[in-house]
């Protein structure tokens, strides 16, 4: 047993409200000594599946052995120079990443978390444009950090007593059809076909003033939402029509969680901008900024930096990680496990009248509640806590916090993932039966 376990988990618990930001959100109790694959192990003996994967980041999942060999052999090399020396593992990594992204997409800038990739991707956007002004999305989470925050509109409470935030973004929905429309499936969407985009470069957003258009391809936080078909080619023509960027912030869709190294990868589109972290680390803390060369050359020497942005054990995780994903094959396999999750989840959806949407690409899984037509928050609490007594972490999102996200490893095994839904389903029935 290690020192940590030796301790309870109440004490912990006491000494970080001691100790620590109130900032922090717990979405449980639990208190972790270890982990290993797609398992927990609490101080208190307990051993619960992740279905959180540390907010989408664990993908290969916790201690995967090629991620662990690699950081180990950095670790006894070299930690960190910063941009005091070249670093020959960040050169490898961006080799690597490169090699997995699409034709043209060649320059690299690491850092530290998504946030900071964001941050980087709006600096490099403004000064490849020369403009100003920057359009994303209504359920957007881009970061807190001040830019992508002003891009960031999933809570409200995100923005409470931040202010005053970047100037000149604007906000426009996302194709969001479950919540805002009343078509048809397969019948035209007029939010994905950019009617209302096309009316604010019109009336509030000259397009002359718009550097970039920053999209997640699959909306994260703001509810798992997988948009029409149509969404992602309509900017991309778009900006191409007015010369603004397009940038695909791929922080949590990215590294084989949609069933494709990148999200955008199932829209037929290459975006201008790339922002990455989450897993490209499986947990290690690396972030990065991808773009085509011509953008990229828009910053000379010392116009962008970072101190730990490319230590060479991120990015030995990093390598590792890529390489792992290709060799074993797992955006395939996500997909393949998504598509059983979904057929499990639709015919439970015929039995279940408050599972008003099931949202699926690969093994990024969003549920959505209703009830009389309102979001149920207080029944996905409720299924959530049920789930975690069953011995399952799941997580919540949307705006409303009505949508449980299931994400698991890339990596879980078909017994995991078929005791992990087993014990969502339970939860479910038994929260809506009562």
């Known amino acids: 047993m290690s020192s940590t376990a ?30 290993e694959g797609t398992h927990l192990y609490t101080v208190d003996g307990r051993d619960v599946l992740d279905f959180g994967c540390g907010i989408g980041v664990t993908n290969l999942g916790h ?12 670790v006894d090399k070299l930690w960190h120079t910063s941009v005091t020396t070249y670093n020959p593992k960040m050169i490898e990594a961006a080799e690597v990443l490169v090699s997995v992204m699409p034709e043209g997409l060649n320059r690299v800038f690491f850092n530290n978390s998504g946030a900071e990739a ?3 991707a709006i600096k490099l956007a403004r000064a490849a444009t020369g403009r100003t002004d920057l359009i994303a999305f209504a359920g957007a989470f881009h970061g807190r950090t001040y830019g992508a925050l002003s891009l960031t509109a999933s ?60 999209v997640e391809p699959v909306l994260g936080e703001g509810g798992y939402v997988v948009p029409p078909p149509s969404f992602l080619p309509m900017l991309r023509n778009l900006c191409d029509e007015h010369g603004m960027l397009l940038i695909a912030d791929e922080v ?21 901008i790339v922002t990455l972290a989450k897993g490209l680390g499986n947990g290690m803390p690396i972030g ?53 999750v979904m057929d499990r989840m639709r015919a439970l959806q015929r039995d279940v009248a408050e599972l008003g949407d099931v949202r699926v690409l690969g093994l990024m899984i969003g549920l959505e509640f209703t009830r009389d037509g ?21 997580l919540t999102c949307g705006t409303d916090d009505n ?24 939860s479910i029935r038994a929260q809506t039966q009562r």
């Open 118 to 120: 964001v941050e980087g």
């Open 403 to 426: 949508v449980i996200r299931l994400i698991p490893p890339l990596t879980v095994t078909e017994d995991e993932l078929a005791a992990g839904v087993d014990a969502l389903e339970a």
């Open 252 to 272: 949590q869709s990215g590294f084989g969680r949609t069933g494709r190294t990148f999200a955008f990868e199932h829209f037929g589109v290459t975006p201008d």
């Open 155 to 214: 809570k409200a409470r995100y923005r409470a007593a931040a202010g005053p935030l970047l100037a000149g973004v604007h906000h426009a929905r996302y194709p969001y059809c479950y919540r805002y429309c009343s078509h048809g499936p397969g019948e035209r969407c007029s939010i994905a076909e950019g009617d209302e985009l096309r009316l604010m470069l019109a009336t509030s957003a000259p397009p002359q003033n718009v550097a970039a258009i920053v």
């Open 288 to 340: 990065a900024t991808v773009a085509r060369d011509e953008v990229m050359r828009a910053w000379s020497p010392g116009d962008h930096g970072t101190t730990y942005g490319g230590n060479a054990v991120a990015c030995a995780a990093a390598i590792a990680v890529i390489e792992t994903l290709s060799r074993d094959g797992l955006c395939a396999r996500a997909a393949r496990l998504g598509a059983a």
């Open 63 to 74: 201690l995967n052995p090629e991620v662990t060999r690699a950081v180990h052999a950095q």
């Open 374 to 394: 309102r979001p149920a928050a207080d029944l996905v609490a409720r299924i959530t806590a049920d789930a975690l007594h069953r011995g399952v972490l799941l």
């Open 6 to 35: 030796r301790v309870s988990a109440a004490v912990w618990r006491e000494r970080e409200a001691e100790l620590l930001s109130p900032a922090y959100h717990r979405y449980t109790d639990l208190v972790v000594d270890h982990a």
